[in-house]
């Protein structure tokens, strides 16, 4: 009745859509067969959204390493390969279903004898590198709730999420390309106290224990079985760099986390073989976030692909793409649009090669644009059509809005359509559902398996963020419309809205008329207040051909925005730089940007959340700061 890999054809996809929405408990108690149970949940679902109770698949019992390795060599797979690792020298490290379990099993052991047990918290400070995959597994295996913090936090900030969540263990690798990664899981090891500090890899530190020396302490890995859990227990916890200063984890929940990521990425992920009849995807996407955790390592191992991965990490060279098709010609690849963006500085239009592509991009982290997705239909896959966009926020766990790779369900640069089983509503500031085209809030009038369950120690947080702005909704903050084919489409956040002359408006519309421009890749407007009131700061990154007059190009653009908004939208100042600030998951960090025009930037700022810190050090000489 749900078949999760919808038909090409827009009628078939609705049907499909309703019919999930009509019998909601049954459509995803099917997806719930995707993975094995030690002990049958009684019932689907359970949601209070007054209360921001949310809980899936009650008194079910599972283990998710078992889901993802074991199940594989019991069907008789174990030779084939699971993990793909390509390092700075084009070195190949390759791991079985077979081999990569019997490394989970022995560091299991060893984290076991170090006194973790189910229930306890690991810290993984690490870029992604195999030893990732090894202690996620490892932890999962035992009940261990794991960690990932991304590999750009500062010291301090690391420090503040061990102490927030009580972490058991702290794992750090001393191997890492990044040598500024390297000088932080230093300085890290020395501000830690009263837990060990595992270096996952060959180096070894003052204060570390290594690698080999933690897991030969195992015990016999024979009498190390997988911990049943049941399937609200926490599996991991993402952790924000929150502005606040006060650290925000967000945790889901074993059960709907591995379900829904195994069912989401079935459907998405089409079922590409190689020559062998292997299926495989290229991870371009930071583990340390819902994307990567269920698109880069749960959903792709539940279903049995090879996972690629690199030292080059989020921002793969031309080299390492064409490393990886040479490996396995028909990955999947999943990426980022800030990669695509390098991909075009570093490449230019040339494809990849003309008879090793991608079959599909999926794309996720931030905006999607027409003119990104039609350069990655030409480069790096052989039709826009293949090149998909994904809406994975931070606390949804998986996509739950996305387009697919079939041209009537395929628009360019719409955030997509909504997930089999979830009901997307938008919410005008009236608290009324807002007609087609009309701009408004995205909310959703029920829960879905994988959704963030809390924040950590913080549930009246949890409730504020994302229950009480409207009641009966989970809330998001994004700005959105539905067009008149049911797409979704992006129009900001919502805390973005200034108001100039007397007008509110979005920055993303002016944006949007500044990026129609053909010379204009990229743009970020922000608001100034002084005296007189708001001013309008316009942020533009150039193409890279752009060779036109500086002055001449303001005036067009200023005269864009004036007929397309009106006057009173036009900015008092624009501001031209090579690249813009961005997050690990690729988003504008407009607070900096605000806080550049305004001139209250210095360089002593901690950049620990952002991925190019010198985009920032490139604006405050610009103006002078």
């Given at each position: 009745m749900f078949n999760l890999i919808p038909s090409s054809d827009m009628q078939s996809f609705r049907r499909l859509h309703n019919q999930s929405l009509e019998h909601r408990e049954d459509f995803w108690q099917k997806q719930s067969k995707l993975i094995t149970w030690d002990k049958p949940f009684t019932r689907v679902m359970d949601e209070n959204f007054s209360t921001g109770s949310v809980a899936w698949f009650i008194e079910g019992k599972l283990n998710a390493c078992s889901n993802a390795l074991d199940i594989h060599i019991q069907n008789g797979g174990g030779k084939d390969i699971a993990l793909t690792f390509i390092d700075c020298e084009n070195t190949i490290r390759t791991y079985t279903y077979r081999e990569l379990t019997d490394e989970v099993i022995t560091l299991a052991a060893a984290l076991q004898s170090n006194g973790l047990k189910s229930g306890d918290r690991a810290a993984l400070y690490l870029p992604d590198i195999p030893e990732t995959f090894f202690f996620i597994l490892a932890c999962a295996r035992l009940g261990i709730t794991y960690v990932p913090i991304p590999s750009r936090f500062t010291p301090e900030v690391v420090k503040d999420i061990i102490g927030d969540c009580a972490a058991s263990l702290l794992v750090i690798t001393l191997d890492a390309a990044s040598e500024s990664y390297i000088s932080r899981a230093k300085s890290l090891a020395g501000m830690v106290n009263g837990i060990p500090v595992v270096s996952a890899g060959k180096t070894e530190f003052e204060g570390t224990i290594s690698y080999e020396a933690f897991r030969s302490a195992g015990a016999d890995t024979t009498a190390i079985p997988a911990v049943s859990v049941d399937s609200e227990h926490p599996l991991l916890i993402l952790y924000a760099n929150s502005a606040t200063g006060i650290p925000r984890g967000s945790v889901f929940a074993t059960g709907g986390f591995i379900v829904q990521a195994a069912a989401s990425f079935a459907s998405i992920f089409p079922d590409v073989t190689d020559k062998h009849g292997k299926r495989s995807m290229a991870c371009c996407v930071n583990l340390a976030s819902s994307a990567g955790q269920?698109?880069?390592?749960?959903?792709?191992?539940?279903?049995?692909y090879r996972i690629f991965i690199s030292a080059d990490g989020e921002n793969p060279s031309v080299d390492r793409l064409h490393r990886m098709l040479e490996e396995n010609p028909c990955p999947a690849l999943l990426t980022t649009p800030r990669t695509i963006v390098s991909l075009k500085h570093e490449h230019g239009d040339k494809p990849l090669s003309t008879e090793r592509l991608f079959p599909l991009v999926a794309v996720c982290g931030d905006v999607l644009t027409p003119r990104l997705v039609k350069y990655a239909g030409n480069v790096l896959t052989d039709s826009a059509v293949n090149v998909?966009?994904?809406?994975?926020?931070?606390?949804?766990?998986?996509?739950?809005?996305?387009?697919?790779?079939?041209?009537?369900?395929?628009?360019?640069?719409?955030?997509?359509?909504?997930?089999?089983?979830?009901?997307?509503?938008?919410?005008?500031?009236?608290?009324?559902?807002?007609?087609?085209?009309?701009?408004?809030?995205?909310?959703?009038?029920?829960?879905?398996?994988?959704?963030?369950?809390?924040?950590?120690?913080?549930?009246?947080?949890?409730?504020?963020?994302?229950?009480?702005?409207?009641?009966?909704?989970?809330?998001?903050?994004?700005?959105?419309?539905?067009?008149?084919?049911?797409?979704?489409?992006?129009?900001?956040?919502?805390?973005?809205?200034?108001?100039?002359?007397?007008?509110?408006?979005?920055?993303?519309?002016?944006?949007?008329?500044?990026?129609?421009?053909?010379?204009?890749?990229?743009?970020?407007?922000?608001?100034?207040?002084?005296?007189?009131?708001?001013?309008?700061?316009?942020?533009?990154?150039?193409e890279r051909s752009a060779e036109a007059d500086r002055d001449a190009l303001i005036s067009e653009l200023s005269g864009y925005i004036e007929r397309r908004i009106g006057e009173f939208a036009m900015p008092t100042r624009y501001i031209v730089t090579e690249e813009l600030p961005r997050t690990r998951t690729g988003k504008i960090v407009r607070r900096i940007l605000r806080r550049i025009a305004s001139g209250n930037m210095s360089i002593d700022e901690d950049l620990s959340h952002v991925v190019n810190p010198h985009s920032v050090d490139r604006l405050i000489s610009k103006q002078g700061l």
């Open positions: 269920s698109y880069g390592l749960w959903g792709p191992f539940i279903n049995g998909i966009n994904m809406w994975v926020q931070s606390e949804s766990g998986a996509a739950i809005i996305n387009t697919y790779p079939h041209g009537e369900l395929n628009r360019a640069g719409a955030l997509g359509l909504p997930f089999f089983g979830i009901r997307p509503q938008i919410v005008n500031h009236l608290g009324e559902i807002s007609r087609t085209n009309e701009s408004g809030q995205l909310m959703f009038s029920g829960s879905w398996p994988a959704m963030i369950r809390t924040i950590w120690g913080q549930h009246e947080r949890f409730l504020e963020l994302y229950f009480r702005r409207l009641r009966g909704y989970y809330n998001t903050n994004d700005g959105v419309r539905i067009d008149g084919d049911g797409f979704y489409w992006f129009m900001g956040r919502l805390d973005d809205v200034i108001k100039v002359r007397g007008q509110s408006l979005a920055t993303s519309e002016i944006e949007a008329v500044l990026i129609s421009h053909p010379l204009v890749a990229e743009s970020a407007v922000v608001s100034v207040g002084d005296d007189e009131g708001e001013n309008i700061i316009a942020f533009l990154v150039l």
